[in-house]
């Protein structure tokens, strides 16, 4: 099974940016898709974004929707969300997945890793 390490939140203030890194580690395998979701304080867990493999397709959450940007590195088996234009709203523990296409999110078929912390000061 892989294991899924979130590192690169912080506090940021408003309107900065910040770049989360999530590392794939133990029996991974081609062709997944990967992406974020994240989780404010009494809220349930929202999907966020999804990369293909290839890299070639990716989808996001209307909310972050032109701020975010999510990539991979396949060959270091990487995903990344670079987060520009930080809202308040945005705050939340950030988890990385890795699964497959579902409806407007994606299914995470790995074991949730321990997020990393994003909190944005107004």
């Known amino acids: 099974q892989v294991q899924l390490v979130e590192s690169g939140g912080g506090l940021v203030q408003a309107g900065g940016f910040l770049r989360l890194s999530c590392a794939a580690s133990?029996?991974?395998?081609?062709?997944?898709?990967m992406g974020w979701f994240r989780q404010a304080p009494g809220k349930e867990r929202e999907f966020v974004a999804r990369?293909?493999?290839?890299?070639?397709?990716?989808y996001y959450a209307d909310s972050v929707k032109g701020r975010f940007t999510i990539s991979r590195d396949n060959a270091k088996n990487m995903v990344y969300l670079q987060m520009n234009s930080l809202k308040p709203e945005d705050t939340a523990v950030y988890y990385c997945?890795?699964?497959?296409?579902?409806?407007?999110?994606?299914?995470?078929?790995?074991?949730w890793g321990r997020g990393t912390q994003v909190t944005v000061s107004s």
């Open positions: 997945a890795v699964g497959t296409v579902f409806s407007t999110g994606m299914l995470n078929l790995a074991p």
């Open positions: 133990g029996r991974t395998s081609n062709g997944y898709t």
């Open positions: 990369i293909s493999w290839s890299g070639g397709n990716t």
